[in-house]
């Protein structure tokens, strides 16, 4: 690829993020709506407003606030439609208003300050990888809120790659099938997706560091606990009195420390309190299961419900009730049938001039749902990192690099 198409990426990319992440799109896991945040629909229909510029077809923003668009193949080229997704949500861990990109020219290696949050940085310490990109444009929020480049980077660089091939009409490419989905952060990013709309393999563009592509997620559930008590004045209470909140407390102690996402890494599994709430009467419990393999989420589920009749056993009056939700599955399952789809992905990444990380995803993607609905789709890095958190950074590189790959790897479905 010339070192004009690459220029034309990399402003492209860089503009289109800048202009994304202003927007708040933070998902809201309370709402009963779909999308859960009106942010979401503005973003969605500045990208429609964008595709149709850029002459898609078929351009649509659904009800559910998901957007598609069609780009036809190049003339002459032979290959099967191809799928582009990322999602218009942000994590609902950090806010989303008001975010003001930071960018930093010729990072020197050395802490970050964030502006507008105090005493707040960015450090090699916690972050090492910073330390790859001395030299390079870094962009950082200023410290308030989280970044948005999960997944407003992939966003960028789909729309970056499409913005090349109007440009330079020479650049092949097979059909493409856009889309962008609502409430990925919150596990409803699929939940209402047109599948006619989709090609006949996909890739997600929500990886993180530069060069990475993953074809392995975790198996996740989610677990609901309501412990159900009793109220007595606390005068009167001795052995009347059964305690929801400080019941549902002392549960929590009971699970395995050391299975914690601040305590594991790899293919470690773990449990994940994500939220407690309640009173004396009635009280919460939301628990995420992570682990690779369904078996062992199996036998931390199955040790939930032990640990909850032992409970109630132990505390007469008590109930708990608990309810299981299966949030979606490690794609592998169903990528090792398709080794092609994986393979070109590394290809594009090493004609890219990147170095290929292959690591299992320590989450989900919108890909690995999609896999289970018929559509093959791996995961390919956006460069962010830190992700979730007001020290989510991204390398100005890492944004033309994913639009190049998608750029490479639409030539290579061409090739057999």
Not at 165 to 188: C, M
Request: aromatic share 8%; net charge negative; glycine share 8%.
């Amino acid at each position: 690829m010339n070192e004009k198409i690459g220029a034309f990426l990399r402003k492209e990319a860089r503009e289109r993020f800048l202009r994304y992440v202003r927007i708040d799109t933070q998902s809201d896991p309370d709402s009963t709506m779909h999308p859960s945040s009106e942010g979401q629909w503005v973003l969605a229909r500045l990208l429609r407003e964008e595709l149709l510029d850029l002459g898609l077809l078929d351009v649509e923003l659904d009800a559910n606030c998901y957007g598609y668009a069609t780009l036809p193949a190049s003339e002459g080229f032979v290959g099967p439609a191809i799928t582009f997704c990322s999602h218009l949500d942000t994590s609902p861990a950090e806010s989303g208003a008001d975010v003001t990109p930071v960018v930093i020219e010729n990072y020197d290696g050395r802490d970050i300050r964030l502006s507008g949050s105090g005493n707040q940085g960015l450090r090699p310490a916690e972050s090492p990888e910073l330390l790859q990109f001395m030299g390079e444009t870094l962009i950082v929020s200023d410290g308030r809120t989280l970044l948005g480049a999960d997944d407003k980077a992939g966003i960028a660089e789909i729309m970056a790659a499409l913005s090349a091939f109007k440009a330079f009409p020479e650049l092949p490419h097979p059909e493409l099938r856009i889309v962008f989905t609502p409430d990925e952060e919150i596990g409803a990013g699929t939940d209402f997706i047109q599948m006619k709309r989709m090609g006949e393999f996909g890739y997600t563009m929500d990886g993180g560091m530069m060069g990475e592509i993953e074809q392995e997620c975790f198996d996740a559930w989610e677990l609901t606990l309501i412990f159900h008590g009793r109220n007595i004045h606390p005068g009167y209470a001795k052995n009347k009195m059964v305690n929801a909140a400080a019941l549902a407390a002392r549960f929590v102690s009971a699970l395995p420390e050391w299975e914690s996402p601040e305590h594991t890494e790899n293919r470690e599994g773990f449990y994940h309190l994500t939220q407690i709430k309640g009173d004396e009467n009635s009280a919460t419990l939301k628990l995420l299961l992570r682990d690779f393999e369904r078996i062992k989420n199996q036998r931390r589920m199955d040790y939930l419900k032990q640990l909850a009749r032992t409970f109630e056993l132990r505390y007469a009056g008590l109930d708990i009730n608990v309810k299981a939700k299966d949030q979606y599955n490690n794609m592998q399952e169903v990528l090792r049938r398709y080794p092609e789809v994986v393979e070109k992905a590394r290809m594009a990444i090493k004609a890219s001039g990147v170095a290929v990380r292959e690591n299992p995803i320590r989450g989900g993607t919108d890909g690995a749902r999609l896999c289970f609905m018929g559509l093959p789709t791996p995961n390919i890095f956006t460069g962010a990192m830190m992700i979730h958190s007001k020290t989510e950074w991204i390398p100005d590189v890492a944004l033309e690099k994913g639009a190049e790959v998608i750029v490479r790897l639409c030539e290579l479905w061409g090739k057999g």
